[in-house]
């Protein structure tokens, strides 16, 4: 077992809207098992310290650890590289990630900043709207005929690769992305959620100025596709501050012609 200072310090799980306090239990069981501390929990049902740890035994520091918070851009906002988890395909184009070859992006990541993977609610799964402020997802793959993992389980395969890439990082076969979709240069922090909430409120501004008696579905579409454009080219901190200043400026100049 590493001794040194591990990256999976800095990669929190985000669930939102869990419902079952048994998997939230069983989800902080996990990231003892597995080296990791940050869980966050969005607008839970229900959470209750002591039945967690009737259930999760010998996770109080973890428990007491534990934050909730009232909404996901809130628990993303100090977060560089998001991903979520989805087992079934989207509309929207994303990067797409099984977890062995995700794991080795997010520790080169959480080396220098704090990466967030994003569970969404048991019955469900995450909306759409959610996977809009994700980087990319990471899909476990699963026999066709019934492809849904429990939540605890999606976390506990995720959380098993993210230690094996960290505690045993030749073993095997690379299963890196690929050079298409590399991720930046982990000296290179990537824009927080709080800067690519400043940046994607940016652009809503100058679609407002540009369109001002557009319709507001086409303009939502049309915001939603430059989000999902502009995740994917994974902006960096200083790129996405010059970016909103950018968009900013456009707005108020098309404001006055």
């Given amino acids: 077992m590493p001794m040194q200072p591990s990256p999976l310090d800095r990669v929190a799980l985000v ?30 049902a229900a959470f209750d310290p002591h039945r967690i740890a009737g259930i999760a035994h010998h996770t109080e520091p973890l428990i007491a650890r534990t934050r909730r918070f009232p909404t996901l851009e809130a628990a ?27 794991a ?26 959610a996977l809009d402020l994700c980087h990319g997802v990471i899909t476990i793959p699963t026999h066709p005929f019934n492809r849904s993992l429990n939540l605890a389980q999606a976390a506990l395969v995720i959380a098993y690769e993210l230690w094996m890439a960290w505690t045993q990082p030749n073993d ?31 652009v809503d501004e100058l679609l407002s100025a540009l369109y001002p008696g557009g319709s507001p ?17 994974q902006p960096r901190r200083e790129e996405a501050r010059a970016l909103t200043n950018l968009l900013r400026h456009a707005a108020r100049t098309g404001r006055r012609s």
Avoid at 15 to 42: E, K
Avoid at 76 to 102: H, K, S, Y
Avoid at 111 to 120: D, E, N, P
């Fill in 15 to 44: 669930l939102y809207q869990p419902q079952d306090v048994v998997n939230v239990a069983a989800i902080i069981r996990v990231m003892s098992n597995f080296g990791l501390s940050d869980l966050r929990l969005v607008e839970p």
């Fill in 172 to 202: 095997g076969p690379a299963h890196r992305p690929p050079a298409a979709a590399a991720p930046p240069d982990a000296t290179e922090s990537l824009a927080t959620g709080a800067e690519r909430e400043a940046l994607f409120a940016a």
């Fill in 217 to 233: 579905g086409r303009r939502s579409s049309a915001a939603a596709r430059l989000r999902a454009l502009l995740l994917r080219a």
């Fill in 104 to 129: 080795p992006m997010i520790l080169d990541q959480a080396r220098t900043q704090r990466v967030a993977i994003l569970f969404g609610p048991e019955r469900d799964g995450l909306p759409n709207a």
């Fill in 76 to 102: 993303l906002a100090d977060c560089g590289l998001t991903l979520g988890t989805t087992g079934r395909p989207r509309e929207t184009e994303r990067q797409v990630l099984p977890p062995r070859a995700a």
